[in-house]
């Protein structure tokens, strides 16, 4: 059971963790395109941006295209986030 457990949460993270990187690029890039200010620190992308998402600093934009990419992004990261900890956590009790 633990196998097929592990299996479920690399396969989590396989799946979510491109969809994460996908939707914050596009999300960023639909950011800097409106010509939005950035919350400082974010203004590269890269983690610090992933973190803004997955607070939900998108909704202070109101904007629909920007809504449907953050929440997705946000949803993935967490999800990758989630499964990432379960994982290593499985792996440390095996040892």
Same mark, same amino acid.
Request: proline share 2%; net charge positive.
């Given at each position: ?9 690399l %396969?989590?993270?396989? @799946? $979510?963790?491109?969809?994460?990187? =996908?939707? /914050?690029?596009? +999300? ?17 992308? %890269?983690f610090?941006? @992933? $973190?803004?998402?997955?607070?939900? =600093?998108? /909704?202070?934009? +109101?904007?629909r ?20 900890? $379960? ?6 009790? /095996?040892?």
């Open positions: 059971m633990e196998d097929f457990l592990l299996f479920l949460m %396969g989590l993270v396989g @799946s $979510a963790g491109p969809a994460h990187f =996908g939707f /914050r690029l596009l +999300a960023h890039r639909h950011h800097r395109d409106r010509g939005w200010p950035f919350a400082a620190g974010t203004e590269e992308g %890269g610090s941006y @992933s $973190a803004w998402l997955m607070r939900r =600093g998108y /909704r202070a934009f +109101a904007d295209d920007m809504a449907f990419f953050g929440f997705w992004g946000m949803l993935s990261g967490w999800i990758a986030s989630l499964a990432l900890a $379960a994982a290593t956590v499985m792996i440390a009790l /095996r040892a």
